[in-house]
């Protein structure tokens, strides 16, 4: 099967950016990183028609963390036609349509108990481990921006954790640039091809973890151990090792929240993770977040 290649661009003078005299920008980073995933949240009166104050607050956070978190006054005040409305003044586009996603292009994320999308972990109350959406995706789909709406949270759990993946670049780097540069190798990930038996086939794809798009670092990670295929070398062993120690050990450099009714993350598709949950008894009471997966990088 042909294999198709996600382009590293102009890597190698890209990365000299976390070094030498750009140290102090990459520590300016860092201190405007924390203070801004202590203060993420936005809040948004109508989210049909956002204000110009509430623009600038969601694209300063966006800058300084590639995220932000949207706060709707009120949470019946947004349905699938508002999410619509609000990624369309982030300079969202139709969202990427997969095959679990309505007609409009979102999902809707819930456990599912008779559909064949249970097979999928996030169809499921199950822990969702580190990743990025659309890391399996071919480079003419690279997924810029991912969005999530909470229309109702699980009884317990759900929590969703997720880390600007800028920041975990220029951690690697600290810690020794090799690390940074093992992973940004065009042949650093492979995830190999589906061909499930009722589903559309899905082509093998290789390329790096880190790369730049438009000049903008870009991020594509599993933690699966699964269906994921590391370049065997040492370096590449390495790099991986150090990434799983970021994530699992910067714990004052992770988000944490567990969205409420009418909240939503948006970010430049930060790799994120979500705990496993307990659903309500109740069939209407049960967890249910929209998701939005956009080629379209956020313009605010
Ligand atoms: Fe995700």
């Not at 982030?90 to 969202?95: A, T």
């Not at 600290?174 to 650093?188: F, I, M, N």
């Amino acid at each position: 099967m042909h294999a198709t290649t996600v382009s590293a661009g102009t890597i190698q003078s890209q990365l000299k950016g976390v070094n030498s005299g750009a140290t102090t920008r990459w520590q300016e980073r860092l201190i405007r990183y924390r203070k801004t995933i202590d203060n993420l949240v936005v809040d948004i009166t109508n989210p049909y028609q956002i204000s110009t104050a509430e623009r600038a607050a969601l694209a300063v956070r966006i800058k300084h963390a590639n995220m932000a978190i949207y706060r709707c006054q009120s949470a019946d005040n947004i349905d699938p036609d508002g999410l619509t409305a609000l990624a369309a003044q982030l300079g969202l586009g139709v969202p990427d349509r997969n095959l679990c996603a309505d007609e409009d292009g979102l999902s809707k994320i819930q456990v599912e108990k008779i559909s064949a999308r249970q097979r999928y972990i996030p169809y499921t109350n199950k822990p969702l481990n580190w990743h990025t959406d659309g890391y399996y995706h071919t480079p003419d789909r690279i997924i810029r921006t991912m969005l999530l709406h909470c229309v109702r949270p699980a009884r317990h759990g759900g929590t969703l954790e997720a880390m600007d993946h800028e920041i975990i670049y220029g951690l690697l780097r600290e810690q020794h640039p090799r690390l940074a540069e093992a992973l940004c190798r065009p042949d650093a990930m492979t995830i190999p091809e589906n061909r499930p038996k009722d589903g559309p086939h899905r082509a093998e794809c290789s390329g790096p973890v880190f790369f730049w798009n438009a000049g903008v670092l870009c991020m594509r990670y599993t933690a699966r151990k699964q269906n994921v295929i590391w370049k065997h070398d040492n370096q590449t062993r390495e790099g991986v090792a150090a990434l799983e120690e970021i994530l699992s050990r910067s714990g004052d450099l992770i988000l944490r929240r567990r969205l409420r009714p009418g909240e939503g993350l948006v970010s430049a598709n930060v790799p994120h993770r979500r705990e496993a949950f307990k659903d309500s008894p109740q069939a209407h009471e049960t967890r249910l977040v929209y998701r939005g997966r956009y080629t379209s990088a956020l313009q605010i």
